[in-house]
């Protein structure tokens, strides 16, 4: 089944310490994106990249960052330099040719910094 | 600065009856826009959209609106079903060589629940 995978779905890590969210998709899409959700806020765009060896800042790069050395993987690192790490974090991915600007979303993988 | 907002947190309606999602967005370069729905602790996934050329794109019980002179749009769902419940987001893009192109910009979502 093709999709797009997020692992772990739960992360916990103190606070200091960099950690690395996974994204994997088998869709043959070419671009992927990194959000983050809060409460009682939409998501965020942290980073996005339309094609393998490229990625531009999204909205909220602060903090992150990501490689994009495959076209079925786009991973994000959350550093120190991150104030507030603590959200949920989704990956998505989007072809140029389909249905222009759909996105389909993995499941998100919760991290928590204490 | 929000480019694109619900207002509305949250929307209860009766099962059977009609769910009307609003969503406003100030930039007027966008020109396609989507509404995604999600459960908790999973991502969102697509719904329905429409393009800037259409005022109306109607799939199933789900209808979404663009009025781009007031830029708003909503999404109704008829007749509304309890497992509707789930928090609804729109989301806006721009066209070929514009900044906001093959980027979606989010509004907060608005939580609708369908009462049985």
């Known amino acids: 089944d093709g999709g797009i995978t997020q692992s772990p779905k739960y992360l916990f890590r103190k606070e200091g310490q960099n950690v690395t969210l996974s994204c994997e998709q088998n869709l043959n899409h070419d671009a992927m994106y990194w959000y983050r959700q809060d409460p009682g806020q939409g998501l965020r765009l942290i980073y996005y990249?339309?094609?393998?060896?490229?990625?531009q800042k999204g909205d909220i790069a602060e903090g992150y960052s990501v490689s994009r050395e495959k076209k079925e993987s786009f991973p994000l690192t959350v550093t120190s330099a991150q104030k507030n790490p603590t959200a949920f974090y989704l990956c998505?991915?989007?072809?140029?040719?389909?249905?222009?600007?759909?996105?389909?979303f993995g499941p998100g993988t919760r991290l928590t910094v204490t | 600065d929000q480019q694109v907002k619900q207002n509305s947190p949250s929307l209860s309606v009766q099962e059977g009856r009609i769910s009307i999602l609003n969503c406003d967005y100030t930039n007027s370069m966008f020109d396609y826009f989507l509404w995604y729905k999600k459960y908790p602790a999973e991502g969102p996934t697509f719904l329905i959209s429409i393009s800037s050329i259409k005022d109306k794109n109607e799939d199933g019980r789900f209808t979404v609106f663009l009025n781009k002179s007031a830029k708003h749009l909503s999404l109704h769902i008829v007749p509304s079903q309890p497992g509707d419940s789930a928090v609804y987001f729109c989301a806006a893009s721009g066209g070929w060589g514009g900044t906001s192109y093959g980027k979606l910009t989010f509004g907060q979502g608005t939580i609708l629940t369908v009462h049985p």
């Open positions: 990249s339309q094609i393998v060896n490229d990625f």
């Open positions: 998505a991915s989007s072809t140029e040719g389909g249905i222009p600007y759909e996105q389909y």
